[in-house]
């Protein structure tokens, strides 16, 4: 059973930074390319970064390029986003998710979520 836990949320103003991370359980982390999405109030979940199984391979949404960076740490089993440039419009729950596949792709490809951590920026 694969279980997914994000930290590092919390409420920041307009500009800061803030790091998530998310610990996976189980021993096939590494094989697979891991994600983040946020979901506003209102708004259908949207993709944010996506790493692949090495950690060779990044993507981005338009919106968080050159802010967000995305790693991961298989000996450790955890992602990272690391959010700098932070603006009210990055406010939203975040959740990291396990692909089924190597490499990033559409959001079907991901089969386990985590419960999400609430990101909330002021102004």
């Known amino acids: 059973q694969v279980q997914l836990v994000e930290s590092g949320g919390g409420l920041v103003q307009a500009g800061g930074s803030l790091r998530l991370s998310c610990a996976a359980s189980?021993?096939?982390?590494?094989?697979?390319?891991m994600g983040w999405f946020r979901q506003a109030p209102g708004k259908e979940r949207a993709f944010v970064a996506a790493i692949s199984w090495s950690g060779g391979s990044t993507d981005y949404a338009d919106s968080v390029k050159g802010r967000f960076t995305i790693s991961r740490d298989n000996a450790k089993n955890t992602m990272y986003l690391q959010m700098n440039g932070l603006k009210p419009e990055d406010t939203a729950v975040y959740y990291c998710?396990?692909?089924?596949?190597?490499?990033?792709?559409?959001?079907?490809?991901?089969?386990?979520w985590g419960q999400g951590t609430q990101v909330t920026v002021s102004s």
């Open positions: 189980g021993r096939t982390f590494s094989n697979y390319a």
């Open positions: 998710a396990r692909s089924t596949l190597m490499n990033p792709g559409p959001i079907g490809d991901y089969k386990y």
